[in-house]
């Protein structure tokens, strides 16, 4: 059954690169970021390592874990983490789940069927401190991810898990923001002290609140 958003993560116990970890516990009060790859000693998963692992004090900043996962095993892994160091300029920084028995894979439902039969897409999914599912995303095979993209959606739901806003078309952090429509212009008047531009009575653009 697929994993939605406002789901409990589903919680798990597995052998990792940094030991065996239990999911939940492992995550704390931080957000985390669960992400599978199809296989090791690929040449994508290879340049999306290295550039997870790169970004890692940009999401230490954010309070947020990462985790990768392939169906291949932990000592798999070990062996590859050394071609990421030698080939993108930066050791992996995070563990990886070893799912030979697709255990994590199949609670999340990482592998479709009609893509591959075997191996994980490209999933990612990121959990609350809550341990609520609060994005999904799926990505083919042979299509990279951005990392970029997972970092401004992250500032997007922790900005709107604390304001009453919505992040607009292309937001990035320190750009305008959108008053959620539940909220009255009466009650917007105590909540957003820099004011609002009503553009139209449903659509009110204000400073983003916590700069
Ligand atoms: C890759 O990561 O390069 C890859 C993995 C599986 C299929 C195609 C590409």
């Known amino acids: 059954m697929a994993v939605r958003l406002g789901d409990t993560a589903p919680d798990f116990t597995a052998d990792t690169t940094d030991g065996k970890i239990n999911f939940h516990e492992w995550l704390g009060d931080s957000w985390g970021i669960l992400f599978s790859h199809p296989k ?9 390592l290295g550039a997870f692992s790169k ?18 095993s932990v000592e798999s892994h070990k062996g590859w983490a050394g071609d990421i160091k030698e080939t993108q300029g ?24 009609n893509a591959d039969n075997t191996l994980t897409v490209r999933s990612v999914f990121i ?12 990505y083919p095979a042979s299509t990279g991810r951005n990392v970029d993209e997972i970092i401004r959606v992250l500032d997007s739901l922790q900005l709107t898990a604390d304001y009453s806003v ?30 609002w ?5 449903y659509l009110r653009v204000t400073p983003q609140p916590n700069r």
């Open 90 to 113: 930066s050791a992996l920084s995070f563990p990886l789940i070893g799912d030979e028995d697709r255990k994590v894979a199949d609670l999340y439902d990482m592998i479709h069927p």
């Open 55 to 72: 970004a890692k004090p940009e999401f230490d900043k954010r309070n947020t874990k990462l985790i990768g996962l392939s169906v291949d």
């Open 40 to 48: 090791d000693y690929t040449p994508v998963c290879t340049t999306e």
């Open 166 to 195: 919505a992040t607009p078309v292309n937001w990035k952090e320190g750009e305008d923001v959108i008053i959620a429509p539940a909220v009255s212009d009466e009650d917007a008047k105590g909540r957003f002290p820099k004011g």
């Open 127 to 138: 959990i609350g401190p809550d341990k609520k599912i609060k994005l999904t995303l799926t």
């Open 197 to 201: 531009k009503a553009l139209k009575p």
